[in-house]
């Protein structure tokens, strides 16, 4: 039987507050192809960034699953987690670039931290610059780079550990309309040219026209 890359069972995640529980995500069911790019749509509040957090396996749902290629997240030892890190990529709003590094260098460090050979490295992010567009700044610090040109710094440093699935929370929040839509074909094409399942998250309607599929959330729900 085939599973799908990565999938939510009835997934709901509450948090204790002064004020009684909040449920940010409530029984939610999805599922995202190899390939595919799967578009998570909802106001501020909805449960997008939770929805997001259980998926990548940095949060655990409070009932209900997550499925990696058919494997229960919240059920695997600390081998597993440390595979899936490498499986998972993480697109963050805010880029999360360091400053002080090169573009290249910035792209290199998820590559340090797997402990890659340095030939093989350069090879790896000088290809992951070209995928995004970059070839020709990976000498340039974030600060001498665009927004768009930074967010895709971002993408190029989470495709470069070549993962199977990719999370991106409002990957163009902070970005004009026309750059936004630019990365958002750029992820879109990605997805398919790598077969990277991709899950992304949005407020903005002329990116939801770009995904296979959408998913809208209404506190937590999934809703039309
Ligand atoms: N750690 C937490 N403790 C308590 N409540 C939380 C926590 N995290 C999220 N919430 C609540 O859960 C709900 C969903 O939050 P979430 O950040 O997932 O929304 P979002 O759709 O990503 O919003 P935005 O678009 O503004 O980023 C909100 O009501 C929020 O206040």
């Known amino acids: 039987m085939t599973h799908p890359r990565l999938a939510a069972h009835a997934v709901t995640r509450s948090f204790p507050t002064p004020a009684g ?8 069911d999805l599922e995202v192809a ?24 940095l949060d655990r749902p409070t009932s209900g699953s997550v499925t990696l290629d058919g494997v229960d997240v ?3 030892d600390a081998a597993q987690r440390r595979a899936m890190r490498h499986r998972v990529g993480y697109v963050l ?10 573009a290249a260098e910035n792209v290199e460090v998820p590559l340090r931290l797997q402990r890659v050979a340095a030939g093989e490295r350069t090879r790896r992010v000088a290809a992951a610059l070209e995928a995004v567009g970059l070839g020709a700044h990976g000498h340039q610090r974030p600060a001498e780079l665009s927004g768009g040109q930074r967010q895709r710094v971002g993408i190029a440093r989470a495709l470069v550990a070549e993962p199977t699935v990719l999370l991106a929370d409002e990957p163009t929040g902070q970005l004009d309309s026309g750059t936004a839509a630019t990365v958002m074909d750029l992820l879109h ?15 903005d309607p002329v990116l939801v026209a770009r995904a296979d599929r959408v998913l809208t959330l209404h506190d937590g729900r999934v809703g039309a």
């Open 74 to 76: 919240a059920g695997m």
């Open 34 to 57: 190899a390939g595919e790019l799967l578009v998570v749509r909802g106001r501020s509040g909805s449960g997008k960034t939770t929805l997001l957090n259980l998926l990548a396996g």
């Open 93 to 102: 709003q805010s880029f999360g670039l360091v400053d002080v590094l090169s």
């Open 21 to 28: 529980e909040v449920t940010a995500v409530a029984g939610v």
């Open 189 to 203: 094409a990605l997805a398919r040219e790598r077969s990277v399942a991709m899950v992304v998250t949005t407020h």
